[in-house]
C-alpha cells in the first residue's frame, strides 16, 4: 500500500468524528457527575466546584417528610404499573408478533401510539374522563393512566424477543405431542423472559420518572417524586434536591448493573 | 376455517390474547382522547354550549401563534443537536471492540434512565451563575461578570438535547450496524475518500435509521415539560406549559383541550412527514 504522508482526508474525517462523539460522551455523563458531586456539598447554594465536603444534604432528605412520602407513592405506583403492563403486555405481544392480518396491525398502531403523541394532552384527557365519571384522583387512577403510557416498552421488548425466537423449537415441541400451553412454559416463557425483564425494567423507571401524566392525576395526598421536586426547583433552588438527585443515580446505576447481568440489557436494544 | 388452520400453526397466538389491553386501551386510552376532543368543542369554560369558539381564539390569536412557533422550533433545534453529535457516537460503536461497546452503550442508557427532573437539575447546576460554565470562563478570564446561560433559548436546546440523546442514539446504532460492512470495504477499495463514503454510501444506508432517531428526539424535545419549565424558566412559553397553565391555574378545560388537540395534530403531522421520509429512504436504500 502506498504510503501518502498526508492523507488530508482520512485525518480530517476521523478527527471529526473522534471530536464529535467526544463531546457527545461528556455530554451525557458529566451531569450526572456534576449532580452526585454538588450533592456533597457543605454550602446553601449550587456553586461548582463545592466550597466544601459534608453529609449535610443528605441529612436533612433524611428528614424531609415531603420527599419521602412522594418517592413511596412513586414506587408503589411505578411497580403496580409495571406488573398491570407486564400482564397485560406479553399477551398482546404474543397476539401481535407474528399476526399478519390487519387487526393485528392495528393493535400494534394503537398499542405503540402512547411513545409519539404528547402524554400531555393524554394527562389532560384523562384527568377529564374520571372527572366526567365522577372518580376521583387517587393512586389507582394514577397506575392505570400510567400502564397506558408505558405498556408500549414491555410489548416491544417483547415482541423483539418472540421474533429472535426459533419457530422450529415451538414446532418440534408441538409434534412430540406438548400442549400449546405446556410448550408456551417451557420454551417459549425461558427464551422471551429476558425480553419482558428489560421491558418491565424501562417500564418501571419511566413510570417512576414520569411527569406529564402525574401532572394531572396527583393531588397533595398522592404526591409523585418527580412532581414533588419539580415544585421545590421552581420555588427556590433547593439543595436538597442534589440529594435525592444522588441517590436517583445511584439506583439507577444499580438497576442497570443487575439488568445488564440478568438479561444482557445494552444488547438488547440495539 | 381460518380459526383451524391458526390452530395449527404453533407460532402465531391467537389475537384474542390481545383483547384485555385492548379493552384497556378503549376504555382508559381511547375514550379520554374523545372527551378531550369533546371538550375542546365547548363555546366557554361553563360549557353551556358547543362550538369553534377555542379554536377560533387560538388561531386568530397571534401570541397562541407564535407560542405553537417556538414549540415546533425548538424540536428542530434540539433534533438538530442531537443528530450532529448522535451519529459520531453511533458511528464509533459500531467500530469499536466489544468491551467499548457495552461502555457505550451503558453511557446511552444511564441518561435514558435517570429521572428527567434530574437531568434538568444537573444542567442548571451547570449553567447557573455559579455553575461549572461561569466559574471555569471567570477563572480562566474571559469574562469578568457571569454570564447569563440558564433561562436562555440556547442553553435550553442543549439541555434539552443532552436530556433526549439517547432516543437519537439507539435507532442510528441499530441502523449503522445493519450496513453490511463488505460494502464500505468495497467503496474504500473503489478509490473512496472518508468524507464521500461517508456520503454517498454510509449517510444514505443509515437514512432509515436518522429518521426513526429524529422522531422520537423531536416527538420528545417539543413535549419535555420539565425542561421546558426549569430551564426555559417561563422567559418563553411552550406548548406544553401553555395547555398546563390553562387547565390548572386557569381551569379553563374547553380551551386547555384545543390547544391539546391543535398541540396533538401537529405532532401526528409531523410522525407523518417522517414516516413518508421513511419510506422513500427505504426504497433508496434497497435501490
Redesign the interface.
Known sequence: MALRHVDF??F???S???V??A???V??????L??VI?SFTSAY?????PPGFSFRWYVALSQDWQLQFAAWNSVKVALAATILSVV??V??A??????R?L??KI?DQ??MS?????????G??????FS?LGVPVSLTTLI??H??VI?PYVIRNTVAALTQLN?AL??S??SLGAS?FY?FRKITLPLIRPGILSGGF?CF?SS??N??VS??LRDAATDM??IR??QN??GN?DVT??A??GV??AF??A??LLM?RLTG???R?? | MADTAAGRD?????????A???A??LV??A???L??LW?SFQADPAMTHAGLNQYAAFLGDRFSLSVLAATLWLGVEVTAICL??????A???TRSPPWA??A????????L???????T??????L?R???VN?TLLALGFIQTPLKLLYTEGGMAVAI??VQ??LM??PL??AI?RIEPNLLDASFALGG???RV?RKVLLPLSLPGILAGC??TY?AA??A??SQ??IGGGQKLF??MY??QQ??SLQN?PF??AI??I??AA??VV?WIFNQLGRLSRGMAEA
Open positions: 482526508d482520512t480530517s474525517f476521523k471529526v468524528m473522534a464529535l462523539s463531546i457527545a460522551i455530554l451525557l455523563i458529566a451531569p450526572s456534576i449532580v454538588v447554594s449550587l456553586r461548582f466546584p397485560l403486555g399477551g398482546a404474543l397476539a401481535i408478533a407474528r399476526s392480518s387487526a393485528g393493535a394503537l398499542f402512547p411513545l409519539v403523541l404528547p402524554a400531555l394532552a393524554f389532560l384527557a384523562s384527568l377529564m374522563f366526567v392505570i393512566g400502564t397506558v405498556v419457530t415451538l414446532e415441541s408441538a400449546r410448550t424501562i423507571m417512576f420518572d411527569v406529564p401532572l394531572f417524586l418527580p421536586m419539580w426547583l421552581e433552588l434536591i442534589a435525592v438527585s436517583l443515580i439507577t446505576i438497576l442497570m445488564e440489557f445494552s444488547r436494544l440495539a | 404453533v407460532t402465531i397466538y391467537p389475537l384474542r390474547l390481545s384485555p389491553l385492548f384497556f386501551f382508559f386510552f375514550a379520554p382522547l372527551i378531550l371538550m450532529l453529535l448522535g451519529y459520531p457516537l458511528w464509533l460503536y461497546r457495552t457505550i452503550m451503558l453511557i446511552v442508557l444511564l441518561p434512565l435517570t429521572s428527567v427532573v434530574v437531568r437539575f444537573a444542567w442548571i447546576v451547570i447557573g455559579q455553575g461549572i466559574e438535547a443532552q440523546m439517547p442514539v439507539l446504532i441499530t450496524t475518500g472518508h468524507w461517508f422522531m422520537l416527538a417539543i413535549t415539560f420539565i419549565s426549569l406548548m406544553p395547555i398546563y387547565a390548572s378545560w386547555a383541550s391539546s388537540i398541540f396533538l405532532v401526528l410522525v
